[in-house]
């Protein structure tokens, strides 16, 4: 009964998050209708639209939960801000 409970209230709070545009266009985890891999594919072609205009790119696409099991996510977002890694790209 608490999975069915997280679970409503989790939508809940990603619709209203959504309704009030509190999240980035760049965030596409738990939210509804923003797959993994509509990320991946904004993010290729990014690239080749950089290709394009002859700018040098490139692409790393990464299952960091699934390689990662343990990882503790603020760490890894923390870490990644320290080396001036956008946010909105985790």
């Known amino acids: 009964m608490l999975k069915v409970v997280q679970k409503v209230v989790a939508e809940l ?3 209203e998050a959504g309704r009030r545009a509190l999240l980035t266009g760049g965030q596409f985890a738990s939210r509804q209708k923003r797959l993994p891999i509509d990320a991946a ?3 290729v ?12 790119t490139g692409v790393l696409l990464m299952d960091i939960k699934a390689e990662f099991p343990c990882l503790v996510r603020g760490r890894l977002i923390d870490a990644m801000k320290a080396k001036k890694i956008d946010g909105d790209h985790i």
Not at 45 to 56: E, L, R, S, Y
């Open 13 to 15: 709070l990603s619709y």
């Open 41 to 43: 594919a904004i993010k």
């Open 45 to 56: 072609n990014k690239a080749h639209a950089a290709w394009k205009q002859d700018n040098i």
